[in-house]
């Protein structure tokens, strides 16, 4: 499974938008690649996941460029309720499942 | 997605004793399940792989003696942590997977070994 590396936190205000950027090199041809947020004391939640270009959702958008190298979560007008962790991991459609996490983004959004 | 619940939320409980903490795909049948501790502060560590019907698979470094898993049905997989310690308390999470890493994970289950 590629390693990934994320900044280990990132400040931000209510209303901005907020980039954080993940970086994996040794990403796979069969690799996607997929955010999760996590709040304290509670599990990892799915956000969003993509092989190339962009998606969108309800709740953001990532950003892959052609070399897939890299990868952007893009949240838009953030709130104080998105202070969070935020890991990005890939991997491959043939996995089992099993997530290796990386240390993640401390995300803290401040009035 | 998956519906995935842990139980108990948190748990308290003495030196050498053995706690088990349960883990249900409400609306998935999941052949495969992950446990995953978390220390404060620090990432998830995926510590093994439970398998219906078969024995777990665990990470190097995570003791199969002390951490027994079930995985007896297609719902339901159990994590015990036996003779606990104060080292043991950590944050405990279960997930289940319907391949290409979107994984469903359980609310966690806080031990704390006084």
């Known amino acids: 499974l590629a390693k990934t590396t994320q900044p280990i936190s990132m400040d931000s205000y209510e209303g901005q938008e907020v980039n954080i950027t993940c970086s994996h090199n040794n990403i796979a041809t069969n690799d996607y690649i997929t955010w999760y947020q996590q709040f304290p004391s509670q599990g990892p939640r799915f956000i969003i996941q993509g092989y190339k270009t962009k998606v969108t959702n309800e709740v953001a958008s990532l950003f892959i460029p052609a070399d897939r190298k890299s990868s952007t979560l893009s949240l838009p007008r953030v709130s104080l309720s998105d202070t969070a962790v935020y890991y990005c991991l890939v991997g491959d459609e043939g996995n089992t499942g099993k997530l290796i996490f990386g240390q993640g983004t401390t995300l803290q959004v401040k009035p | 997605g998956a519906v995935v619940s842990q139980h108990p939320s948190w748990v308290i409980c003495k030196s050498g004793t053995s706690v088990k903490i349960e883990c249900r795909s409400l609306?998935?049948?999941?052949?495969?399940m992950f446990w995953y501790r978390q220390f404060p502060k620090q990432s998830l560590m995926l510590m093994a792989t439970s398998n219906e019907g078969s024995k777990a698979t665990y990470e190097q470094g995570v003791e199969k003696d002390k951490f027994l898993i079930n995985h007896a049905s297609l719902t339901l997989s159990t994590l015990t942590v036996t003779s606990a310690h104060p080292e043991d308390s950590s944050f405990y999470i279960c997930?289940?997977?319907?391949?290409?890493?979107?994984?469903?994970f359980g609310q966690g289950t806080r031990l704390t070994v006084v």
């Open positions: 997930s289940v997977s319907r391949g290409n890493t979107e994984a469903f």
């Open positions: 609306d998935f049948q999941a052949t495969t």
